[in-house]
């Protein structure tokens, strides 16, 4: 048996009906750009989230930046992000003409480290952007206090976490503004690029819709430079039969996570995660830790098994941030766990059958990368 990494088909088959008679409609009345479609599922993803305010825009990416724009973020403000992150969060910072301002995270659970974000905090700091990773809520707990007693804004980069809980809240919920991806291997995707921004500030809700359409809240009266990011009504009914879905998907992640730390329990050389105390997980990703990561990786693709790396570079030692003048060793947990990460199948319809022979798979490569090296 083949295991894919993640399995798309298997949501779009399971939406298709009710998908499919709306886009048709939608094609024949050529309503591609807002509508109804579209502000339903604003309406319907705020409640969600819990949020007064929920902004459809184009990608993930635009929805960090203008997030980050609404929380009045200037060019030369400095951002502080984990530097265990995809680099759209801190490409936002840097199209704004903003410093990113990279901390690491913790060993326990690779969520960004709330005395390293203290420990970055200078004169210069406008915003903290802690990264929701791999389907956990980041320690709001510690975070939330840090920016009052500091004077900084938070914008939630909540693109792995719909639908994750936290004792603070719920996730997208707990800064001034947040943003979230909806790229299709998201737990929430659509069927191509999209975004939202989530706040409950209606002028920030403003702000936002205002500058994702050319900085026009009438048509030809332009407030200010804007930009060109809107969530299409074609993206709009896959995310609300999805988001129809969301809870029972999340609770199936949850199910195929805890039968992993199972399966995985007495595999001696594989470090499963860890959920953080009053953390609900709602698990982007099943990412273990092992030795010989790449030598284990190859030997999984050998097997039919579909695994990856998130992120096999921190953001300091790519090449798009080596101007920031970070140094190797700067953020050793990052660069540790780097070399030891593997996200392991992770998707609703996930089988038992498939779980064990990913971990048979991963089992055998472990002891062969073991005794070779």
Known sequence: MKVPFIDLAAQQAEIAEEVLPVWARLFST??????????????????????????????GTDAVELALRAAGVLPGDEVIIPVNTFIATAEAVSRIGAVPVFVDVDPDYLLIDPAAVEDAITPRTRAIVPVHLYGQTAPMDAIIPLA?????????????????FSTAGRAGALGRVAATSFYPGKNLGAAGDAGAVLTDDPAVAEFVRNL????????????????NSRLDAVQAPVLRAKLRRLDAWNAARRVAAARYAELLADVPDVRVPRVRPGNEDVWHLYVVQVEERDRVLAELGA???????????????????????????????????????????????????????????????????????
């Open 30 to 59: 050529a309503g591609f750009i807002g509508g109804e479609q579209v502000a339903a599922f604003e309406r319907e993803y705020a409640e969600f989230i819990g949020v007064g305010y929920c902004v459809g825009v184009g990608n």
């Open 148 to 164: 009052e007693r500091y004077g900084l804004v938070i914008v939630e980069d909540a693109a792995q976490s719909q639908g994750a």
């Open 212 to 227: 994702g359409a050319h900085g026009s809240s009438v048509k030809y009266v332009h407030d200010r430079v804007g930009m």
């Open 303 to 373: 097997a039919g098994v579909g695994a990856g790396i998130h992120y096999p570079t921190p953001l300091h030692l790519t090449a798009a941030y080596a101007g920031l003048g970070y140094r190797e060793g700067e953020f050793p947990v990052a660069e540790a766990a780097a070399e030891r990460i593997l996200s392991l199948p992770m998707f609703p319809h996930l089988t038992a059958d498939m779980q064990t022979v990913v971990v048979s798979a991963l089992t055998m490569a472990t002891t062969l990368a073991g005794v070779t090296q």
